[in-house]
């Protein structure tokens, strides 16, 4: 079982704003990082640290922590962007190990 | 450009041992940390363990500590993802991934070997 949890699917009107999370306690301590993984690709790091976007990630995506929850929001969600999601971070350990979350299924309807 | 090339898909049989690997280039392979990353068939990503390869400092999640062997060979930028008796349960998409300096997040991405275990 993972110690990371996330809602294993969410839906979204198009254009409208959905918030994806991930708790754990292990984030009351650490950020965590997301990534995209649409079917038949590797995933894709969206969001690490504080609120840190890679380079050619749209300003649609943003994190946010509280407490032991951190959270994807895509403000004006795409087609495009219906994929799956997951969230990392170390575990509770805090000993350089890390882990992911369970992963949640985003629909873009 | 940075990227991280893995070996091609494999087919073995239970009980057979292999190796696959993951070349990096387009940056300093010795000064950042590379971590295995499993995915089941429909499944989620399971975070396997890193290896920094400047000293091989090498740490396992505990789901797979003793179960695969990662290393590294700096001279040739790459690293390896190992299995001495290969079960059915082995079969899954392994990708190789960088770490981002300073913050645990993985910004690269290898392409994935599919390894595939049947009898």
């Known amino acids: 079982s993972s110690e990371l949890t996330q809602d294993p699917a969410v839906s979204v009107a198009l254009g409208q704003t959905v918030r994806i999370t991930c708790q754990g306690d292990?984030?009351?301590?650490?950020?965590a990082s997301w990534y995209q993984q649409k079917p038949g690709q590797a995933p894709v790091l969206v969001i690490y640290?504080?609120?840190n976007r890679p380079s050619g990630i749209p300003d649609r995506f943003s994190g946010s922590s509280s407490g032991n929850t951190a959270s994807l929001t895509i403000t004006g969600a795409q087609a495009e962007d219906e994929a799956d999601y997951y969230c990392?971070?170390?575990?509770?350990?805090?000993?350089?190990?890390?882990?992911f979350g369970g992963g949640t299924k985003l629909t873009v309807l | 450009e940075v990227q991280l090339v893995q070996s091609g898909a494999e087919v073995k049989k239970p009980g057979e041992s292999l190796k696959i690997s993951c070349k990096g280039s387009?940056?300093?392979?010795?000064?950042?940390?590379i971590g295995w990353v499993r995915q089941m068939p429909g499944k989620g990503l399971e975070w396997m363990g890193i290896?920094?390869?400047?000293?091989?400092?090498?740490r396992y999640s505990p789901s797979f500590q003793g179960q695969v062997t990662i290393s590294a060979d700096k001279s040739i930028s790459t690293a390896y993802l190992q299995w001495s008796s290969l079960k059915a349960s082995d079969t899954a998409m392994y990708y190789c991934?960088?770490?981002?300096?300073?913050?645990?997040?993985?910004?690269?991405w290898g392409q994935g070997t599919m390894v595939t275990v049947s009898s």
């Open positions: 290896i920094y390869p400047g000293d091989s400092d090498t």
């Open positions: 991934v960088r770490v981002v300096a300073g913050h645990d997040a993985f910004d690269i």
């Open positions: 292990s984030l009351r301590s650490y950020y």
């Open positions: 387009g940056y300093s392979f010795t000064s950042y940390w």
């Open positions: 990392n971070s170390r575990d509770s350990s805090g000993n350089h190990l890390m882990v």
């Open positions: 640290g504080k609120n």
